[in-house]
């Protein structure tokens, strides 16, 4: 298979992980190709997901790194192959890349957690609300792409519906829940519509009021996405340019304690539901 010039995020992922486990067996690049048999270029490519592999290729990869944990290289060795084609790869030529990654990646997630001070999670907004927010977006997009991006996010949407279901955790701050963002009947709307989310299994909804103290981070939108292991987590925050995916053991570390610390200082699902209800019905 020939090398390709734009890896996604989860071939990049795979060639990072393939990296680090080189690393830490002490390993140069010119060392690790040619105890494998394969060419210097080849392995580098590899190691940026430029190359697929196979998943016999990683396991001994894994090997002579002297990796030792079974549950990491099974999951490595799931991500092999090239490219996995989804329904985003309609909007590849029409929105930028990296929402085409965050796409992909929340189709192979096992949980995601997300938090969330201004803005309500994208996986759980309504059609009116979306609409709303590309319009009064900077820069100002021309209409239809607020349609490619609007049918964008309710296609990702979808992940919450599937068989079986992915844990997914919004942890929302009170200043989110009381923007109107396309005025009182959608922000309305769109409260009523987390409220019927909220009564789904998989999905768990829990405020932080104002009163709830301190609040912990800088306010940023983050995406926490688990992973098959702890290893394959990844960290997704809003920035203004767009998405960024962490990665890095230290970062999920401390995203980690970022999230858990919010959850503790939020109310309860129960206690959350009733708080949007009282919302929605003095608007």
């Known amino acids: 298979m020939p090398p390709t010039n734009v890896p996604t995020l989860r071939q990049r992922r795979l060639g990072a992980e393939l990296r680090k486990l080189r690393e830490r067996a002490g390993l140069s690049s010119t060392a690790a190709a040619a105890r494998l048999g394969v060419q210097q270029a080849r392995m580098s490519m590899i190691e940026a997901g430029r190359y697929a592999v196979s998943a016999d290729r990683v396991r001994a990869m894994a090997i002579s790194y002297s990796c030792t944990d079974p549950a990491l290289i099974d999951s490595l060795a799931n991500m092999t192959g090239g490219r996995t084609r989804g329904w985003w790869d309609e909007y590849r030529e029409l929105l930028p890349a990296a929402l ?145 995916f962490l990665d890095a053991e230290s970062e999920l570390t401390k995203y980690r304690s970022v999230i858990d610390r919010m959850q503790s200082n939020a109310l309860t699902p129960e206690t959350s539901r009733d708080f949007i209800h009282n919302i929605a019905r003095s608007l």
């Open 100 to 244: 085409i990654d965050l796409a992909e990646l929340e189709h192979h997630a096992k949980e995601v957690r997300v938090v969330l001070a201004i803005h309500l999670p994208g996986l759980l907004q309504t059609a009116d609300h979306i609409r709303a927010l590309f319009q009064e977006g900077l820069p100002e997009l021309r209409p239809h792409e607020i349609e490619h991006r609007l049918s964008y996010r309710i296609r990702r949407q979808e992940v919450l519906h599937r068989k079986p279901s992915i844990p997914y955790t919004a942890i929302i701050h009170e200043a989110a829940l009381r923007m109107q963002v396309g005025g009182p009947a959608t922000l309305r709307a769109q409260l009523g519509h987390l409220l019927e989310m909220s009564e789904l299994d998989n999905i768990t909804l829990r405020v932080i009021p104002f009163e709830g103290g301190s609040f912990s981070g800088n306010g940023q939108p983050m995406d926490y996405v688990y992973g098959a292991v702890r290893q394959l987590d990844t960290v997704q925050l809003d920035v203004h340019h767009g998405c960024e």
